[in-house]
């Protein structure tokens, strides 16, 4: 048992050691103290306003490595994560603004929409691919095209436009039509409190936290305890085989494709809710960080938690290192990207000793068998 | 008729290509004549339609590489983006000749990771490319805030040069002005004649160096590839690699040459990116994701060279006209184009027997030719994503007359296991 921990995270903390030798070779290259600056992240971390940042940050890339993870667990790439979402926060933040309903009910429509924008973008890809044949990969990036350069980059330039006809710049006319008080999920931080003490005001926890969890949980359950979560790992492991022992294969995709697409419709709910709106410049990126998440945390529900929690601390980390300048805050990039490509291969690489050591043991147990 | 088509297809590849051509030229000018504009055939547009393929070309034919020898480079993104830094940093430090090769070898060195990810460690294809995707741009920032004490730009930096084909386009020979014939036969004013002059002198004109290389790396990557030793191992590799060990070739060594010349090519298209042919500088996100359209041109060229270029040019075409179309017009045309397009795939679908698809075409053919009589002009998204939708329909309707490498995707290991 013990041996099988350690075999389980030898290769994420190489990768992490790795990643911190790079990192360090690199700002010293360039005449930054690692220490000093790793010394300030890490002071950072540890204070509360800051984890509530990590914590509104890894709620996104949380939600986006879910996206992601389903289409992986049956070797589906859907790249399209960053143009679903961006598609979905749009439209569910233009309706939303656009109706007045009773609270429950608002919220709800402002998630539906979302999901349903985002399920059906996917699904396109999803359709295209069982129809036609088309490449998951290659279709899901023309439509992250046709998604962020294409429908988004008008909608802000048509909006400009409006603006250049009178009205001035300001906060208060950035982006889609407000939504009602009614249509904005409510921020935890007085659940937080209770453990915590007070949280600055201008610090809110994010409500979608709760909704990342409930999700990450559901997709445990999903692909631990059902039928369709077996169907989809076997679809994964050997289609052929799944395919033999029943599970259609097209229908598996289409439904794999829309459920992505669904929890990829909830990533700009996060930023939505918190300014009540959709704005020009929303986060962008979060897709393809939520790929790194998925790809890091080995697609496990526990995993990618981790992951998001470390990308997220290090994203907030950069603000920090912008300030005391003891590092260019662009190191917390590489190190995500280091760690990302480092802790693949370390996977790789330790699956094939388990594979070594299996094939050892069939082999002994074999020989015992026939000296027996 | 028969045996005219026969004939036809039994002239030399080129010659095959400049009739294409010709029609293509054809098309656009009776489109152009019926659609009230003046755009399509002119020389400004020629010259955005190399400008805006050539990252693309270059960035496919790094993908050709790539798959040929099974191994899938969605990194192209990444390895551009490092072409793009390196060649700015190159050319800054040392003059645009030697910073070319540098963003050369920077690309090149994006494929070398990669390599050593997929060939060596076995590690998923796709998933490799996307952390090189990821690495590039953070990599490029931090070395520009190091570097340049800006994340997103460099200084301006110098072209290695341009150059006018001398007689057809008036370039000076050791001093000597020659004539510019395509000058003389545009200002005729002939229909088409005159239209294929034009259009030609835009490519000729002020052409980039770069420009020269990249169109000369088509038929040399074509040569490389089914004319030599190298080009055949390669190919083993990505379509029977155990049958290429088994005559004792060294798989591996070919996967690692065939994605480090993949990434040096995406390398070069960063350095035409940075060039003042396109950007002038560095700039952060100039990439435009242009490596993942050379991948989409892999695709829609059939893993060929020539193919490749089409898409490169199509792409080029479409992205540059509407950059230099400002009162709408000749994107307005060019939906009358795309009604002839898809009534063209339509009736070559139901030559086939495929009826449902020539339907579908048709009715598209259809809409698009209504939407064209009814509109004065096309609303700005529909320009932005018609590069993408082209893509995308030619895979819907072509996808499976296209025929990628076998051992494409899969991780090869020695001995079979």
């Known amino acids: 048992m013990m041996r099988k921990v350690a075999a389980t995270l030898a290769a994420p903390v190489g990768a992490l050691v790795l990643t911190l030798i790079i990192s360090s070779l690199a700002l010293w290259v360039f005449g930054s103290n690692p220490f000093a600056a790793y010394g300030d992240m890490i002071a950072h971390a540890a204070k509360l306003e800051t984890q509530v940042d990590i914590w509104n940050r890894a709620t996104p890339l949380y939600l986006s490595a879910i996206a992601a993870s389903i289409g992986f667990r049956m070797n589906l790439f859907n790249i399209g994560v960053e143009g679903q979402y961006l598609i979905a926060a749009l439209v569910a933040a233009q309706v939303g603004g656009l109706v007045s309903l009773p609270q429950v009910l608002h919220i709800a429509v402002v998630f539906l929409v979302a999901m349903a924008v985002g399920g059906a973008w996917a699904g396109l890809a999803g359709l295209l691919n069982v129809t036609r044949g088309v490449n998951v990969v290659i279709s899901t990036i023309m439509l992250n095209f046709i998604a962020v350069s294409g429908f988004m980059a008008w909608w802000v330039q048509a909006w400009q436009a409006d603006l250049r006809e009178g009205e001035t710049l300001s906060s208060t006319n950035l982006g889609t039509t407000p939504i009602e008080d009614s249509g904005v999920l409510p921020d935890i931080t007085s659940w937080v409190e209770v453990f915590t003490g007070d949280i600055r005001e201008n610090n809110p926890v994010s409500g979608m936290l709760v909704v990342a969890l409930l999700v990450g949980i559901g997709y445990f359950v999903l692909l631990n305890r059902t039928t369709f979560g077996f169907d989809l790992r076997s679809s994964g492991m050997n289609p052929f085989a799944a395919r033999a022992g029943g599970v259609p294969p097209k229908r598996m995709i289409i439904i794999a494709m829309v459920l992505s697409g669904a929890i990829a419709g909830l990533i700009g709910l996060v930023e939505v809710f918190e300014i009540s709106k959709f704005r020009p410049n929303q986060i962008q990126g979060l897709g393809f960080g939520g790929i790194a998440v998925a790809l890091l945390g080995r697609n496990s529900p526990l995993g990618m938690a981790f992951a998001a929690l470390l990308f997220a601390f290090l994203d907030i980390s950069s603000g920090i290192l912008q300030q005391t300048e003891t590092a260019s805050q662009e190191i917390v990039k590489i190190m995500q990207g280091i760690v990302l490509l480092a802790a693949v291969v370390a996977y790789e690489i330790a699956r094939r000793f388990r594979e070594r050591d299996e094939a050892r043991a069939t082999a002994e147990a074999l020989t015992e068998g026939v000296a027996a | ?417």
């Open chain 2, 1 to 417: 008729m028969n045996a005219a088509m026969q004939r036809f297809n039994s002239l030399p590849t080129a010659v095959k290509w400049m009739v294409y051509a010709l029609l293509g030229m054809l098309l656009l000018t009776v489109v152009q004549s019926i659609g009230d504009t003046n755009k399509l055939t002119s020389a400004p547009i020629s010259r955005e339609m190399l400008r805006w393929a050539l990252p693309v070309l270059l960035a496919g034919l790094g993908g050709l590489f790539a798959d040929r020898s099974g191994v899938v480079n969605i990194g192209l993104e990444g390895m551009m983006i490092l072409g793009m830094w390196f060649g700015a940093w190159g050319a800054l430090e040392f003059g645009p000749w030697i910073g070319m090769f540098i963003g050369i070898g920077g690309g090149g060195l994006g494929g070398l990771l990669h390599a050593l990810a997929t060939v060596t460690f076995g590690v998923d294809q796709i998933i490799s490319g996307v952390a090189i995707n990821i690495l590039a741009p953070a990599g490029t920032r931090y070395l520009s805030q190091e570097v340049w004490g800006s994340p997103t730009q460099s200084p301006r930096i110098q072209g290695i040069g341009d150059w006018d084909v001398p007689f057809l386009a008036g370039g000076s020979i050791f001093g000597w002005e020659s004539p510019d014939i395509l000058l003389t036969v545009a200002n005729w004013e002939w229909w088409f004649i005159s239209d294929v002059a034009d259009f030609g002198r835009g490519l000729m004109r002020g052409t980039s160096l770069l420009a020269l290389i990249a169109v000369a790396l088509v038929p040399f990557c074509a040569w490389l590839l089914w004319r030599t030793r190298f080009g055949l191992r390669l190919r083993i590799a990505g379509e029977q690699p155990q049958a290429g060990e088994s005559q004792g070739v060294n798989i591996y060594a070919y996967k690692y040459a065939a994605v480090i010349i993949s990434g040096a090519l995406a390398g070069l298209g960063g350095v035409v990116i940075s060039s003042p042919e396109l950007s002038g500088q560095f700039l952060e996100g100039n990439s435009g994701g242009r490596g993942f359209i050379g991948l989409a041109a892999v695709i829609f060229g059939n893993w060929r060279p020539l193919g490749i270029l089409l898409g490169a040019l199509l792409y080029g075409y479409v992205f540059g006209l509407d950059l230099k179309d400002l009162d709408g017009s000749a994107s307005h045309a060019l939906l009358l184009l795309n009604a002839i397009a898809l009534a063209g795939v339509s009736g070559w679908a139901i030559t086939r027997r495929r009826i449902a698809d020539g339907a579908f075409a048709g009715a598209m053919a259809v809409g698009a030719f209504i939407w064209w009589l009814v509109s004065e002009s096309v609303p700005g998204w529909w320009s932005n994503i018609l590069p993408y939708v082209v893509v995308l329909l030619v895979l819907v309707f072509f996808a499976q007359r296209l025929r990628e490498p076998a051992a494409i995707g899969q991780s090869y290991r020695r001995g079979g296991n």
